[in-house]
């Protein structure tokens, strides 16, 4: 039986997690309309996410994961409470913490190497010419694109873009990775491909992960945990779902458990009651 846990507006979900390595306590954050009232996009936000856990952050739009992910990110700042790494509060960006967005971000004058080598030369300053060279060889071939190496980005697909993506951030060896959508502009045939080819990734060299998605299927697919946002605005965590599969995961057996579908079905039906429900 898939095991779930609620937490209501303000819970403490460190009492379920002890061994948080992303910290996420009291988060509010909001903002001042142009006729000077106050907008609270998250109020009330805890959670904890362990070093080498894969998380995936689900809710409607306006939720405000995006937001959640930004503060993680050091790309805003919480009005109120506190976002830690390590011990250490997050104020700003920082190389241990690397994003993935949907659209890519990648510099269309450069190649697909010199894309991945120009954060590898901003981050790691201290290596030689010739680690550089091998931590970027390294991770084009791990996600498959040594091949296409001195193409532009106008030369390649989506699914080898959002690729190049997934290899600049992880060649700088971040301690998170931070995902937004990263599978969400993509055909569904390359969005099932790119899923595991990152999912295998992440199950060879085990890292923090928070990924935004709108799919409850994906979500089930590569996450530890799926944390499940109530409506915006004032949004919080509404639940939070543990996937009790274990990795490595195969899709096809995956959709042929009981647990699957009744996991599946739980996540849908939390959606639907916030989707159908008056504001």
Same mark, same amino acid.
């Given at each position: 039986?898939?095991?779930?846990?609620?937490?209501?507006?303000?819970?403490?979900?460190?009492?379920?997690?002890?061994?948080?390595?992303?910290?996420?306590?009291?988060?509010?954050?909001?903002?001042?309309?142009?006729?000077?009232?106050?907008? /609270?996009? $998250? @109020? =009330?936000?805890?959670?904890?996410?362990?070093?080498? %856990?894969?998380?995936? +952050?689900?809710? &409607?739009? #306006?939720?405000?994961?995006?937001?959640?992910?930004?503060?993680?990110?050091?790309?805003?700042?919480?009005?109120?409470?506190? /976002?830690? $790494? @390590? =011990?250490?509060?997050?104020?700003?960006?920082?190389? %241990?913490?690397?994003? +993935?967005?949907? &659209?890519? #971000?990648?510099?269309?004058?450069?190649?697909?190497?010199?894309?991945?080598?120009?954060?590898?030369?901003?981050?790691?300053?201290?290596?030689?010419?010739?680690?550089?060279?091998?931590?970027?060889?390294?991770?084009?071939?791990? +996600?498959?694109?040594?091949?296409?190496?001195?193409?532009?980005?106008?030369?390649?697909?989506?699914?080898?873009?959002?690729?190049?993506?997934?290899?600049?951030?992880?060649?700088?060896?971040?301690?998170?990775?931070?995902?937004?959508?990263?599978?969400?502009?993509?055909?569904?045939?390359?969005?099932?491909?790119?899923?595991?080819?990152?999912?295998?990734?992440?199950?060879?060299?085990?890292?923090?992960?928070?990924?935004?998605?709108?799919?409850?299927?994906?979500?089930?697919?590569?996450?530890?945990?799926?944390?499940?946002?109530?409506?915006?605005?004032?949004?919080?965590?509404?639940?939070?779902?543990?996937?009790?599969?274990?990795?490595?995961?195969?899709?096809?057996?995956?959709?042929?458990?009981?647990?699957?579908?009744?996991?599946?079905?739980?996540?849908?039906?939390?959606?639907?009651?916030?989707?159908?429900?008056?504001?």
């Amino acid at each position: 039986m898939t095991k779930s846990s609620s937490f209501p507006k303000g819970a403490n979900e460190k009492n379920v997690r002890n061994s948080g390595f992303l910290e996420i306590e009291n988060i509010v954050k909001s903002y001042t309309n142009p006729n000077g009232g106050e907008m /609270v996009v $998250l @109020d =009330g936000v805890n959670l904890t996410v362990g070093e080498d %856990e894969y998380i995936s +952050v689900i809710g &409607h739009s #306006g939720c405000g994961k995006s937001t959640l992910l930004k503060m993680v990110a050091g790309l805003e700042k919480p009005t109120a409470g506190s /976002v830690r $790494l @390590d =011990g250490k509060e997050i104020r700003k960006p920082g190389a %241990e913490r690397m994003m +993935v967005f949907q &659209h890519y #971000g990648l510099l269309p004058w450069l190649t697909v190497r010199e894309n991945i080598r120009l954060a590898v030369d901003e981050v790691l300053k201290n290596a030689n010419r010739a680690e550089k060279i091998s931590i970027v060889n390294e991770h084009l071939a791990m +996600v498959n694109l040594t091949a296409a190496a001195e193409k532009y980005p106008d030369e390649i697909s989506g699914g080898m873009k959002q690729r190049v993506g997934i290899a600049r951030a992880l060649a700088t060896r971040p301690k998170m990775l931070l995902m937004d959508e990263p599978f969400g502009a993509l055909d569904a045939l390359t969005r099932g491909k790119l899923q595991k080819q990152v999912l295998d990734i992440w199950e060879t060299q085990r890292q923090a992960v928070m990924m935004i998605t709108h799919d409850v299927d994906e979500a089930i697919y590569m996450s530890d945990r799926i944390v499940m946002m109530t409506n915006g605005p004032a949004a919080t965590i509404g639940e939070i779902l543990d996937v009790p599969f274990a990795h490595p995961r195969d899709r096809h057996e995956l959709r042929e458990s009981k647990e699957y579908y009744e996991l599946r079905n739980h996540a849908l039906d939390f959606l639907d009651r916030y989707f159908n429900q008056e504001e």
